[in-house]
């Protein structure tokens, strides 16, 4: 009931495309949902986060969407650039019980091509 | 602008000897976590402490310990290295409350067992 289960493990889109990483979880509890990216020899790095009060969240290129129902949260990544090849985390927290750890998703490798 | 520090970017250590990997952040914050990285794996929960002297078990505590005497400081301890630990080693810190729950990491500490 602690998984976030994250795919795919790797994604490769061409220049200008759409990338799409999705994540499900299991526990209710969970109410905050961040997306981390890591580049090569750097820490993680937040990326966009979403509550569940909302069912999407766009900063610029980057959108998270959330399904309640399904338990389900994706990040879309419109007119994709070669700078944003990096891997990506999603992550679940159960903040609203005062614990701030978060359960991460095991990671996508994402490769735009130039 | 918010810094997490860690102490080593590489290091080599020896099976069964004792490991200091120390973390400092310059944020103030409460919270600071120590996670490890593995591929196909994402990031998983060693340690987290929400105050001084204070430490709780994350998912995998199992042959690490952690010290925490200052505020600023948080340090994974590996009491007697082996091979399964050569991975790499995130540390995070967080402010709980606010709008943001984001935790900040460090650039990691690469640590191979031989």
């Known amino acids: 009931q602690q998984q976030v289960k994250q795919s795919p493990q790797s994604l490769i889109v061409q220049k200008g495309g759409i990338s799409i990483i999705n994540c499900a979880y299991e526990?209710?509890?969970?109410?905050?949902f961040p997306w981390y990216q890591q580049f090569p020899g750097k820490g993680p790095a937040l990326l966009i986060a979403?509550?569940?009060?909302?069912s999407e969240k766009k900063e610029g290129r980057f959108t998270i969407s959330f399904n309640k129902s399904a338990k389900q949260f994706s990040l879309h990544i419109m007119d994709s650039q070669p700078g944003d090849s990096a891997t990506y985390f999603c992550a679940a927290s159960p903040i609203s019980s005062g614990t701030y750890k978060y359960i991460f998703g095991t990671g996508t490798r994402l490769k735009v091509l130039a | 602008d918010v810094k997490v520090t860690q102490s080593s970017r590489y290091l080599v250590k020896r099976t069964g000897e004792k490991v200091f990997l120390e973390c400092v952040q310059d944020?103030?914050?409460?919270?600071m976590f120590w996670y490890r990285q593995d591929p196909g794996l994402g990031l998983r929960l060693i340690y987290f402490?929400?105050?001084?002297?204070?430490?709780e078990k994350g998912d995998i505590p199992e042959g690490y310990s952690v010290s925490r005497e200052k505020k600023e400081r948080f340090s994974l301890i590996l009491e007697s290295a082996s091979t399964n630990q050569t991975s790499m080693y995130l540390c995070?810190?967080?402010?709980?409350?606010?709008?943001?729950?984001?935790?900040?990491f460090g650039p990691g500490t690469r640590l191979t067992v031989t």
């Open positions: 402490s929400y105050d001084v002297k204070m430490k």
């Open positions: 979403i509550r569940p009060d909302v």
């Open positions: 944020m103030d914050h409460e919270n």
């Open positions: 526990n209710t509890a969970f109410d905050y």
């Open positions: 995070a810190s967080s402010s709980p409350g606010g709008a943001s729950y984001e935790q900040y």
